[in-house]
């Protein structure tokens, strides 16, 4: 499996086949419209909001609400585009297109470490301009 070198330092092994980027800071940029500081603590609140759905993705899963999953895994994934967190949005791509194969595995340290990975990558655009 590949290993993706970030400008940051940070490494990952991606969960795509293909190589993309943590943080595709163009389209951060471009959306923040130049306000990056405003925009940055929205994502910041995506970010909390994501976490607290990730928590009881299991539970509805092991309940078999897959359409409880599919619409939060939806709305995650445009959050992750809107953003420019791009290999946030290929891993929940790959997701929802699993949960309707229906052979989707909740792995929630593989979910939290792309949002770690998200953040760190933020942090990095902020701090070095």
């Known amino acids: 499996m590949?290993?993706?070198k970030v400008d940051?330092?940070?490494s990952i092994k991606p969960a795509v086949e293909t190589e993309v980027k943590i943080l595709r800071e163009e389209v951060f940029l471009k959306m923040a419209r130049g306000d990056k500081d405003q925009f940055a603590e929205i994502a910041c609140e995506f970010f909390e909001?994501?976490?607290e759905v990730v928590a009881g993705w299991k539970l509805a899963h092991a309940g078999g609400d897959t359409a409880k999953i599919a619409m939060e895994l939806h709305r995650c994934r445009?959050?992750?585009s809107l953003f420019g967190f791009e290999y946030l949005q290929q891993?929940?791509?790959r997701w929802e297109?699993?949960?309707s194969d229906g052979r989707l595995q909740i792995n929630e340290s593989e979910i939290l470490g792309a949002l770690r990975d998200a953040?760190?990558?933020l942090a990095?655009?902020?701090f070095s301009r």
């Open 97 to 99: 297109s699993d949960l």
């Open 8 to 10: 940051m330092g940070l």
């Open 124 to 126: 990095g655009l902020l």
């Open 91 to 93: 891993l929940i791509r």
């Open 119 to 121: 953040e760190a990558a």
């Open 78 to 80: 445009g959050g992750a």
């Open 2 to 4: 590949n290993v993706i």
């Open 49 to 51: 909001e994501t976490r």
